[in-house]
């Protein structure tokens, strides 16, 4: 997960006020933030830090993406912008106060994990540890708290849906993790937690159709392919479980339950060489498995055919 440590503060698009005066001059600096869309972005902080003595001033973007800070000396002006959900970014500028200072336009990132505050951190570790010890209610009340502050962490979404599915609320837990796709169509982990709803309710055509939308390619998580694979394994999707089971034993080369559950998928597809080749090398990585004896029974049979 990215992570930078950014300490956010309420202002509005004014002046700063700060102990220290050294910093006031006649200078004004304008700007302008935007996305990668180029749509303006409301509610970025914008830190000016004067580099001759550290001196700090910020203001807000409004809901046009602009934001202005005036009566700042001349020289030269560090400038952090910071928003929730953005990667943070930085420029320097020199300020004038006899001549207009160009406006300054910046483009910002979404950040591809959640960018934490200090007072976010502090407030989502509590609530991680409260699911942790199975105080489900602590959790719920710790993560609402979260989004009722940041409610550009829409990410927690997630950890709700978490901790209704342990609860086995299903349904409260799929309408958590779809507020995830919401703003994030394509994210695997809420596809697949969604598909698992599904699976859990005993509905395992929904279950495969949502697994279905994850991009293969983008589960790197040998458990995951693996408990999608066996979904489509009991569905008797035999060529679909093929797929998941053989992307589980290339992501994680002693993945013990993948190699056996591929070979038994050969057996039933009596694709008699890959069945073989399958279990001859679950023998060879997994000596001392419980399941020798039966990969051993499973290959001498497939030998004799």
């Known amino acids: 997960m990215k992570k930078a440590i950014l300490i956010i503060v309420c202002s509005f698009l004014v002046f700063g006020i700060l102990s220290a005066q050294d910093w006031r001059g006649r200078g004004r600096v304008t700007g302008l933030v935007f996305d990668t869309d180029g749509k303006p972005i409301e509610g970025v902080t914008v830190k000016m830090v004067w580099t001759k003595d550290k001196s700090e001033v910020e203001a807000v973007t409004n809901n046009e993406g602009r934001w202005a800070i005036g009566g ?90 978490n901790v209704y599915f342990a609860q086995e609320q299903y349904d409260k837990a799929e309408e958590s993790y779809k507020k995830v796709l919401e703003k994030k169509a394509d994210d695997p982990d809420a596809l697949l937690a969604v598909g698992n709803c599904y699976f859990n309710r005993n509905q395992p055509d929904q279950a495969l159709a949502w697994y279905g939308k994850i991009q293969f ?89």
């Open 72 to 161: 700042i000396n001349k020289g030269e002006w560090d400038v952090d912008f910071m928003k929730v959900g953005y990667t943070p970014l930085q420029k320097r500028m020199t300020v004038s106060e006899t001549s207009r200072n160009p406006e300054v336009r910046v483009t910002m990132e979404k950040a591809k994990g959640l960018v934490l505050t200090n007072e976010l951190e502090e407030m989502l570790n509590k609530a991680n540890k409260a699911f942790e010890q199975k105080d489900y209610a602590a959790a719920l009340d710790g993560y609402n708290a979260i989004l009722a502050k940041f409610p550009d962490a829409y990410i927690l979404w997630k950890n709700i849906g």
């Open 217 to 305: 390619d983008k589960i790197s998580d040998a458990v995951v392919l693996y408990n999608i694979g066996l979904t489509y394994f009991k569905s008797q999707k035999l060529e679909d479980a093929v797929r998941y089971f053989k992307r589980s034993t290339e992501v994680q080369k002693d993945f013990e339950d993948g190699y056996y559950q591929l070979g038994l998928v050969y057996t039933n597809l009596d694709r008699k060489p890959e069945a073989i080749a399958t279990f001859e090398e679950f023998m060879k990585l997994f000596p001392g498995s419980a399941k020798v004896a039966q990969v051993q029974g499973f290959l001498d049979y497939l030998k004799k055919k």
